[in-house]
């Protein structure tokens, strides 16, 4: 039986270093596979079976440079890399002073008075004292054959001392430690970013126990329970509303600045915060099952999701140490200058490579998350930035999902309209369709009282059936129960772009409701956008029938496919697929799982309050609102060209230096001051994306 554990991981401060940790575990026996997430600072690690001990996991972290915090361990490791940050800086702060006076040496050409005086063994020391954290780890993964992007520039290093630069390879060494600093920095700030979204989360709740207010830590409350919540406190749960009225922020979930108004029977989610009135809240979902719990997992987990540019860049920084060492040894068989050699070594730059997608993808999914778009990894936003077909569920997608009971027609004689709509409404009475809660409405303000159905049954894409006061009824759409039946009534409804409902009491065909939903009034605009965008087709699928779908298709210019069941909407994206085509597909239900999951970008609308549809999908609108569906194509597509700039300025970077250093052009010192430019480069275009509108 294969489980998943979490372990968290301590040291890591690059891409690369979480890249070590994932092959080292991934070579334990029982670890099946092994995502290390360097913004969490943890491995999630799926194994064949729950080891009696982490014994094997620890000594494979351990092997990569790292280590497994034990909890009593946390708050001195904590002190201590504080402390040592502070010597580091304080080293880093001089040793940056002596050395800025040197490289401006260089250049006024009174460089050699200035080191001449200065004993070879106290430069040695300076190196040494300066570069001993990284050449520990380069030499660490050398005796496992592992090539890190430190392992060039500390081949730069030995060099410059081999022919006496020891200011060259002090100056390589702090800009190797400005690089890691940097990296480092940008590592900290996603988990800090990580820390305060958790910090959110409430961390105690007033349950409701033998008629008495208890406050116990929220993993305590059970399902089902009664929360009390009071105006302030931040709700500890997702549940439903029990008692109250309340102005609730929801900005933590929806990413909404404006409040909602919540009373009986509304959804309300765990870390928003009732601004005016107190509520009593049924308990649905606790902790990491909350929506705001599982938000925070996405999140922490977006990291693993590689896109596919990004390997090819890893790929290449892989293969750039014995180019560059090639090109240094055909600099010194031509030149037999041992100082041009040393540029050519210390010049090179593999960081940035590895550097250059993982820095723009965090940006713009931290970008996207504060608009209220959860992108679950940065190869989904690669793959939209080339999608070209666009598919579209109608209810609740293209339409605000709630559709009210508009007319009526009943067939059989036998039974009246009050009658109908009783049994409609009692089989749905357990149905979560946005249909099924129309007739359930009718029913409420004709004071109907609703029997309890027994053998319920969902069919997908189709309707409902359930026993009702002894009766089989079934409601459902016109393809499932009236198929091939003349109504004229009914044809003249649906070319109104009404939804009919239709009712069968015993295999009798009994009437039908007519059902209405609204538009999204962002909908147009939202769309032009899109084929502004280069969208270049945009579909609707949905399980209404052909009148209602095309009146609506027409108002919005897009193609159509009507009475869509579930696999249909699968075959559709299939097809599509094999065409060629990269497709991404807008729904919110359930019946839209399927397609969001084989799509190649699933959107989930609305998925603060839509499970299924937030599981299924690659990136989830945490409100309703059509605007962001724009917005997060053009995330991508910008995305993807500051991660192309990033690439091609690096490579244009590494190419020119490399030249100039193997024709002695660039002095060692001057390699080793302009090697870290392109890292500072790629981390200030990356930032662009921070701003984006």
């Not at 575990?25 to 690690?45: C, Q, T």
């Not at 559709?572 to 397609?595: F, H, L, S």
């Amino acid at each position: 039986m294969t489980q998943t554990i979490e372990i968290p991981i301590e040291g890591m401060d690059c891409a690369d270093c979480a890249l070590h940790v994932q092959k080292e575990l991934a070579s334990v026996p029982y670890v099946l596979s092994a995502e290390v997430l360097l913004g969490a600072e943890k491995a999630i690690i799926e194994v064949e079976h729950l080891p009696a001990d982490l014994t094997l996991i620890r000594r494979a972290v351990e092997r990569a440079g790292y280590r497994v915090p034990e909890a009593r361990q946390e708050a001195i490791t904590r002190l201590g890399t504080e402390f040592t940050d502070r010597v580091m800086r304080l080293f880093g702060m001089v040793f940056g002073a002596v050395l800025l006076i040197v490289v401006v040496g260089e250049w006024l050409g009174v460089s050699e008075r200035l080191t001449e005086s200065i004993p070879w063994y106290l430069g040695l020391g300076v190196v040494l004292t300066g570069g001993y954290p990284i050449f520990l780890d380069v030499f660490k993964a050398a005796l496992r054959r592992k090539v890190t992007a430190h392992t060039l520039m500390t081949l730069g290093v030995l060099a410059a001392m081999a022919v006496g630069e020891w200011v060259t390879a002090a100056v390589v060494v702090f800009f190797m430690r400005v690089g890691d600093y940097a990296e480092s920095f940008t590592a900290e700030r996603a988990r800090r970013a990580l820390k305060e979204l958790a910090s959110l989360a409430p961390q105690t709740a007033r349950v409701l126990r033998g008629g008495e207010e208890v406050t116990v830590p929220v993993e305590e409350v059970r399902v089902g329970e009664t929360v009390i919540v009071r105006p302030g406190e931040k709700i500890p749960v997702d549940g439903e509303v029990l008692e109250g009225h309340a102005t609730v922020d929801q900005a933590t979930i929806t990413g909404e600045s404006m409040p909602v108004d919540v009373g009986p029977g509304a959804r309300v989610f765990a870390a928003t915060i009732p601004q005016l009135g107190s509520l009593r809240v049924r308990a649905i979902r606790i902790g990491r099952e909350s929506t705001f719990g599982r938000v925070v997992q996405m999140v922490e987990e977006a990291e693993a999701h590689r896109a596919e540019i990004q390997s090819v860049a890893d790929k290449f920084a892989a293969w750039y140490l014995p180019v560059v060492a090639a090109i240094a040894a055909l600099t010194f068989f031509f030149s037999r200058d041992p100082l041009a050699t040393t540029a050519v070594l210390v010049v090179a730059c593999a960081c940035s490579f590895a550097l250059a997608t993982p820095i723009a993808m965090m940006a713009a999914i931290g970008a996207g998350a504060r608009r209220g778009l959860l992108i679950k990894g940065g190869k989904y936003l690669e793959t939209l930035a080339r999608a070209d077909t666009l598919l579209i569920d109608k209810t609740g997608t293209l339409t605000l999902g709630k559709p009210r009971i508009s007319e009526q027609w009943t067939v059989s004689r036998a039974q009246t309209d009050d009658e109908l709509l009783r049994f409609a409404a009692s089989a749905e009475r357990y149905s979560e369709h946005p249909l099924a809660e129309a007739v359930r409405a009718a029913a409420r303000e004709r004071n109907l009282s609703l029997a309890e159905p027994e053998d319920f049954e969902a069919l997908p894409g189709l309707g409902v059936r359930a026993r009702v006061d002894g009766h089989i009824v079934e409601v459902g759409n016109r393809r499932a129960l009236a198929s091939g039946m003349s109504l004229p009534q009914a044809d003249a409804l649906e070319a109104q772009g009404k939804t009919l409902i239709f009712v069968r009491v015993d295999g009798e065909l009994t009437g039908f409701l007519a059902a209405e939903d609204t538009l999204r009034p962002e909908i147009p605009a939202a769309l032009e956008r899109l084929r502004a965008l280069g969208m270049r087709h945009i579909e609707l699928l949905t399980g209404d029938n052909p009148r209602t779908t095309a009146a609506l298709a027409a108002r919005l210019g897009v193609d159509y496919r009507a009475e869509m069941l579930p696999e249909d909407k699968i075959a559709v994206v299939k097809r599509y697929q094999a065409e060629g085509r990269t497709v991404v597909m807008v729904g919110d239900g359930v019946n839209d799982a399927p397609a969001l999951a084989q799509a190649d970008v699933g959107i989930a609308m609305g998925a603060a309050g839509t499970d299924v549809a937030l599981e299924a999908a690659h990136i989830a609108l945490m409100r309703e609102d059509w605007n962001l569906v724009p917005q997060v194509f053009a995330i991508a597509r910008r995305t993807m060209k500051v991660v192309k700039f990033n690439l091609g300025f690096t490579a244009v970077y590494n190419v020119v230096g490399l030249t100039l250093a193997a024709s002695g052009i660039l002095p060692p010192i001057l390699a080793a001051a302009a090697q870290s430019l392109p890292d500072l480069g790629i981390l200030a275009n990356s930032a662009r994306l921070l701003r984006q509108e």
